[in-house]
């Protein structure tokens, strides 16, 4: 998959006339001719996010599982709803529970309007995932239940869909349930799910020919592309939730207007890994939807992604969250060479301290359990901002070497670049582990059992005398300790990068803003440079000196004479 993907970037370099070269001091040189054709910006760019948060709210008629009201409007007041997707958790438990309080009921229930209106209003999209089973519907009084009553889960959900699509006509595409094959979010079996899914599919159906309007359903939400209820791994991705669903909606004519799962991992290249088929992931789904005679371009969402090397409370989700920052560029930029549609981060705001014992730091922003009120935003929150910027053109996203990135936009005659240097810590096992559907049982076997006892790392960096019994095993070790070799290298090194444009006339306004190890918290949206620039004879050049886990976002504004 990493050749096709440098193969693809090279062809799309020349489609556009932009190249990239090396110099012989591995300093990297980007070339661009700002005539060239370009593309809608993809959607992927987008500032989406999850606006889940916090898990608790002093305030009872907020609703439960979304970030703070304060935080939610610094959002819409500094970015904006305008553009991307946004994902809301509909706990219908939540609602139901204070049933025997209809203006509370009321209350939360128009909370939760409001910030559907204000994205509406932005035009821009929502997902709404029907989560929670009311008190007394399940087989046990437990939200994560599946309901036994399928007909009021039918009746309750047919007001609200109806409310929110029907007679408000918000742009609200649902998705049922969240995390299915988890227990720690749905007590049920994979049946279960499909008759849920099913139940609520009757409704959306019914109410699409009484009203004539087109409402999205999808699902299922599930904790990884390959994932079922039952243990599964990549190896057997027809064993999955999603192949399940695909072929459930066949067989009962069921809509299933998008697919969506999370995808949480530390890998930026996690959606470049090869399936058994010789395919990647998104392009195995698709050939399950046409397969089942759906559109094989049904829109494919990853509906929860974050940084995360497996701990609940990670720094460089927090202190060093610049890092992260990085991570999440070269990520936007596998998922869109990869073919996914559309993405939400996860998550708004961190929780801390709820009722459920939940301490994750997956937000954009933290709080002070001592003082709710304080909020901070962590410096990835920039990187919003920094999309926020982008122009609604692309020429495109380049890789320069296996670190540093550029995304070149443009918005009428002003350029907006963003260029990274995010460098892989793991980048050697990374490589291993996605391509582990290459490697024979017994292979796969003992590189599984050299990360379960803690000696993979040695095996990559070559230390100790560890058996490398076939010439496969071999030849993929060396490779990723190459690649691991050039991650050390270049962790502690400055860039040297040359901006070379053409077709380059006019004056400019240059405006360079920075996010690197310097902003911790609450950084300000200031440029770090700002001078007036022009071509000379339609050339512009530019030397950037890049640290490493940095993220410069450079804006041209033509000067209008």
């Known amino acids: 998959m990493r050749i096709f993907i440098k193969i693809l970037c090279f062809f799309f370099c020349l489609c556009i006339f932009a190249s990239v070269t090396f110099s012989q001091k591995t300093d990297l040189e980007f070339n661009l001719d700002i005539n060239a054709k370009t593309l809608p910006l993809s959607i992927i760019f987008s500032p989406s996010i999850d606006l889940s948060g916090r898990g608790y709210h002093t305030q009872v008629n907020w609703p439960y599982s979304l970030a703070s009201k304060e935080i939610i409007s610094r959002w819409y007041s500094e970015i904006g709803f305008q553009k991307g997707l946004y994902r809301i958790y509909f706990n219908l438990w939540e609602l139901q529970k204070v049933e025997n309080d209809p203006l509370l009921q009321q209350t939360i229930l128009s909370n939760y309007e409001k910030i559907i209106k204000i994205i509406s209003d932005s035009a821009g999209k929502i997902i709404l995932v029907l989560y929670g089973t009311p008190p007394g519907w399940g087989k046990v009084l437990d939200k994560r239940s599946f309901p036994m009553d399928l007909k009021l889960w039918q009746d309750y959900i047919r007001l609200i869909i109806n409310y929110f699509s029907a007679e408000k006509k918000y742009p609200v595409w649902y998705e049922v349930w969240s995390a299915p094959d988890s227990e720690s979010f749905f007590l049920g079996t994979e049946k279960d799910y499909f008759t849920l899914y099913e139940a609520t599919a009757k409704v959306i159906k019914e109410l699409k020919a009484k009203n004539k309007i087109n409402i999205m359903l999808g699902g299922p939400g599930s904790s990884w592309w390959f994932q079922n209820i039952q243990d599964n791994s990549i190896f057997s991705a027809e064993r999955s939730l999603i192949y399940g669903l695909i072929k459930f909606c066949s067989q009962k004519k069921l809509p299933l207007d998008f697919i969506s799962w999370h995808a949480f991992s530390d890998d930026p290249l996690i959606e470049c890994e090869r399936t058994v088929y010789g395919k990647t992931p998104v392009q195995l789904i698709r050939a399950w939807l046409e397969y089942f005679n759906f559109n094989k371009d049904t829109p494919l969402i990853i509906s929860e992604w974050n940084y995360d090397a497996g701990y609940n409370w990670d720094e460089l989700r927090s202190e060093k969250s610049y890092v992260t920052a990085g991570f999440m560029l070269s990520r936007l930029k596998s998922m869109y060479e990869t073919g996914i549609d559309y993405q939400t981060y996860f998550c ?41 910027q982008l122009g609604d053109r692309m020429y495109g996203c380049f890789s320069l070497d296996e670190f540093a990135q550029i995304l070149v936009t443009r918005r009428n005659e002003d350029i907006i670049v963003i260029l990274w240097n995010y460098i892989d810590p793991y980048l050697g096992r990374h490589y291993l582990f996605r391509n582990i559907t290459l490697f024979n049982e017994k292979e796969r076997k003992f590189i599984i059992d050299l990360f379960k006892s803690l000696k993979l790392e ?25 690649l691991q070799h050039k991650a050390d290298t270049f962790k502690d090194k400055k860039r040297y990068i040359k901006l070379n444009f053409t077709n380059f006339k006019g004056n400019y306004l240059y405006q360079r803003y920075t996010l690197n190890a310097q902003c911790n918290w609450d950084c300000q949206f200031l440029p770090t440079e700002e001078k007036i620039v022009a071509g000379e004879e339609g050339i512009y050049q530019d030397n950037l000196e890049v640290a490493p886990y940095s993220v410069e976002l450079i804006i041209f504004k033509k000067e209008i004479t």
């Open 458 to 482: 040695d095996a990559i960096y070559g230390k100790n005398s560890i058996p490398l019994f076939s010439e496969n095993l071999r030849s993929f070790f060396k490779k990723a300790q190459q």
């Open 348 to 388: 708004l705001e961190d929780f801390q301290n709820n009722k459920e014992g939940i301490n994750v730091n997956r937000g954009v922003f933290s709080y002070s359990t001592d003082n709710p009120t304080l909020s901070n935003a962590k410096s990835l929150y920039n990187i919003f901002l920094f999309l926020n």
